[in-house]
């Protein structure tokens, strides 16, 4: 069962960046496709990006295409979330998940979560 561990959230200004970090806790997750989520105050969790095992895959919810890039580093066993023109509504808790059921399947192991709260 793979741990896991997010870091770099914090408060920016609108059109700032930050990058989101998420360490696994054991190689086996680098068989495990990884996605990041994010809940607002007040509101459901919501899909914001995933990435396949390999990398090769990736997938978004429409309101960020274009402004964040998911990616990651199997040698470090860490999934990142590079966020560029950040807007007030991307305020949230962001969580990463694991899932061994592949790119569109579920997702299984989560982590604790980081704030990111962007002011205008």
């Known amino acids: 069962q793979a741990q896991l561990a997010e870091s770099g959230g914090t408060s920016v200004q609108a059109g700032g960046s930050l990058r989101l970090s998420c360490a696994a806790s054991?190689?086996?997750?680098?068989?495990?496709?990884m996605g990041w989520f994010r809940q607002a105050p007040g509101k459901g969790r919501e899909f914001v990006a995933a990435?396949?095992?390999?990398?090769?895959?990736?997938r978004y919810t429409d309101s960020v295409k274009g402004r964040f890039t998911i990616s990651r580093d199997n040698a470090k066993n860490t999934v990142y979330l590079q966020m560029n023109s950040l807007k007030p509504e991307d305020t949230a808790v962001y969580s990463c998940a694991a899932s061994p059921n592949g790119l569109y399947g579920k997702f299984e192991f989560w982590g604790q979560g980081t704030q990111v709260t962007v002011s205008s």
């Open positions: 990435i396949s095992s390999g990398g090769a895959g990736t």
């Open positions: 054991e190689r086996t997750s680098n068989y495990y496709a």
